[in-house]
């Protein structure tokens, strides 16, 4: 073998995401902190990412969700509509985020070159979640998530080096994030961009 592709969540992470931080661009803290809530407990799939989300907001308000679009890997976000609160979008920022929210934007990349994953929340008037990115959405807040580094990743990683096999990361994450983590296990150069 000359060559190991692996991915880094659940290979070099432990898989478990935690809410590290939410940075609002909100003034009403309250109503994104219930919207946060209300998208964790209305998603049935509740990967890693919604289930930290749901532990950090676990107070679900009693919204009533008329139609959802599940999160996909191509896409990179999901939607849903509640009835009377309109449509939230929970994805990458910079897949979701509107040209105009240079400041997030901005935010979101250098907290992804520390290692952090980033999510953003967004908002629409939309009733109904849309299959595309609606063009009147608001940016409500952003997210940090951290998924803790295996112990054993590096050491792992080093005998792979002593018997000569490259090893290359292979991941759909920010590649400034998955770069980070690569090389807090001695890993540099090695993230293919997958998205």
């Known amino acids: ?33 219930r919207a946060l809530a209300a998208v964790a407990a209305a998603d049935q799939e509740q990967n890693a990412t919604v289930r930290a989300i749901g532990a950090a907001f676990p107070n679900a308000p009693d919204w009533r969700a008329v139609s959802k679009m599940p999160f996909s890997s191509q896409t990179k976000w999901q939607a849903v509509s509640f009835e009377g609160h309109g449509t939230f979008i929970l994805g990458a920022p910079d897949v979701v985020l509107p040209y105009q929210a240079d400041e997030a934007l901005l935010f979101c990349r250098e907290a992804a070159e520390k290692g952090a994953r980033t999510l953003a929340l967004l908002q629409s008037p939309a009733q109904t979640a849309p299959e595309t990115l609606p063009e009147d959405r608001r940016v409500l807040a952003v997210l940090l998530m951290t998924d803790q580094v295996r112990p054993d990743a590096g050491n792992v990683l080093n005998y792979f080096k002593a018997q000569g096999v490259e090893v290359r990361v292979i991941s759909g994450d920010h590649l400034a994030t998955v770069a980070r983590i690569c090389e807090s296990v001695g890993l540099t150069g090695a993230c293919v961009d997958a998205r």
């Open 1 to 33: 073998m000359d060559v190991l592709c692996l991915d880094k969540t659940g290979t070099l992470t432990e898989g478990t995401l935690q809410l590290t931080e939410t940075v609002y661009y909100s003034l009403n803290r309250d109503e994104v902190s």
